[in-house]
């Protein structure tokens, strides 16, 4: 009858509304830290009239984006949003109290914002004010895209994204370190892409004296989208001449090191613009920095999302400490041999591909590449 099928069209509508506040959002990937990437969507009589996200440095939030350009058209209208809107005096007034004054009629909001500041209290601010709000339509989504504000706010980590680049037999290098082609093209720009989304790329200081990497974003047009750029490098062996700390006073680079490297060092680094951040070692042999101190360190200034980039030893180590939330295995079509580099060191790829702590949450082929995401399961 007339009901159900205009009700059925109004839900098409939402989640069309929705799905475009998570697209928005997700605009801001890799550089509100360390605030959430936001979307939000402003519909008044079936029609788009704001739409907004979280700005870069995290403010201003999504809401005031959306309403701002709605103007008045707000009056009435629905607020499309992918994470409950704030009711805290932060470093900006509560976007919960700017959509009860621009007069929204009603919210759609996918999830709750674990913030202990928020954690339902936006929603009942809204509620308190003759507000319809409605939450979870476009939760699983909201919740992947907002997985390392949650990882920073419960667990006081980022969310940590592994990528692997193999060759057809699993190897990430050749044996003595002979340059070998891994990945194609294709699959490089959807590295540098992934680098844009993340806060900070992380490598150790292994990979960085044998590769001197740059380890920037260079996708054209996106270059001013790098993350910051994490060493580990226990005992600052970190080469005053290498490109990362070159460009240090480009793009940020922090080299974490332990209580006992040696301060002048510390402070080389420092005047050519690098961060010299101290965390605690591991307790076991081999000798190493906690990684678990590591990421608290990295939360603690404001880290939410991290990509690790390698090498062999740092993959494995983030592994087997089960400190990996995701996965991207891009594999290429040729084979290395035997003597090549395996790409978890000690451990067998299979403790990932094989593992019931992950599952695949996504593939696609780029040209001759195959990528494969892994995400873990919670439980
Ligand atoms: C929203 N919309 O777009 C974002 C929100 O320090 P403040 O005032 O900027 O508040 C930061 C907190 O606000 C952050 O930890 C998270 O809980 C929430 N982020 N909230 O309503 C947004 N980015
Ligand atoms: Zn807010």
Redesign the pocket.
């Known amino acids: 009858d007339q009901f159900a099928q205009k009700s059925r069209l109004s839900k098409a509508a939402d989640l069309r509304f929705m799905q475009l506040a998570l697209t928005l959002?997700r605009r801001?990937q890799g550089r509100?830290w360390?605030?959430?990437?936001?979307?939000?969507v402003v519909v008044k009589d079936g029609i788009i009239v704001g739409r907004?996200?979280?700005?870069p440095g995290?403010?201003?939030?999504?809401?005031?984006?959306a309403l701002r350009r709605a103007g008045e058209a707000a009056r009435g209208a629905t607020l499309y949003?992918t994470?409950?809107?704030?009711s805290?005096?932060?470093?900006?007034?509560?976007?919960?109290d700017a959509i009860i004054a621009a007069g929204i009629a009603r919210v759609v909001s996918a999830i709750e914002?674990?913030?202990p500041?928020?954690a339902g209290q936006?929603h009942a601010r809204l509620r308190a004010a003759g507000i319809t709000v409605d939450v979870g339509l476009g939760a699983v989504e909201a919740a992947r895209d907002h997985a390392g504000?949650f990882r920073r706010?419960r667990d006081k980590r980022p969310h940590v994204i592994l990528k692997l680049a193999v060759s057809s037999d699993d190897k990430i290098g050749a044996a003595g370190r002979k340059p070998v082609a891994i990945s194609g093209e294709a699959a490089k720009a959807r590295v540098h892409l992934l680098r844009a989304r993340c806060d900070a790329i992380l490598v150790g200081i292994g990979t960085v004296r044998a590769d001197d990497p740059l380890l920037t974003c260079r996708l054209p047009g996106m270059e001013a989208r790098s993350p910051v750029r994490v060493v580990l490098d226990r005992a600052l062996r970190l080469p005053g001449a290498s490109k990362l700390v070159h460009s240090a006073r480009e793009t940020p680079l922090w080299v974490m090191t332990s209580d006992l490297s040696e301060a002048p060092a510390a402070m080389k680094l420092g005047a050519a613009g690098a961060q010299v951040i101290r965390v605690a070692t591991t307790t076991a042999p081999p000798p190493g920095l906690d990684l678990l101190a590591v990421l608290h360190a990295l939360a603690e200034k404001g880290i939410t999302r991290l990509m690790v980039e390698g090498g062999a030893r740092v993959a494995s180590s983030f592994v087997a400490a089960g400190l990996v939330d995701e996965v991207w295995l891009l594999r290429g079509p040729n084979a290395i041999g035997a003597d090549g580099i395996a790409a978890l060191d000690a451990l067998p790829l299979t403790a990932i591909t094989q593992s019931p702590a992950f599952r695949v949450r996504a593939s696609e082929t780029l040209q001759s590449d195959t990528l494969t995401i892994y995400e873990r399961v919670e439980g």
């Open positions: 959002g801001g509100t360390p605030n959430p990437a936001v979307g939000a907004g996200w979280t700005q995290g403010r201003p939030h999504a809401e005031p984006e949003v994470l409950e809107p704030c805290h005096f932060g470093k900006s007034p509560p976007c919960a914002d674990p913030n500041e928020v936006g504000h706010v």
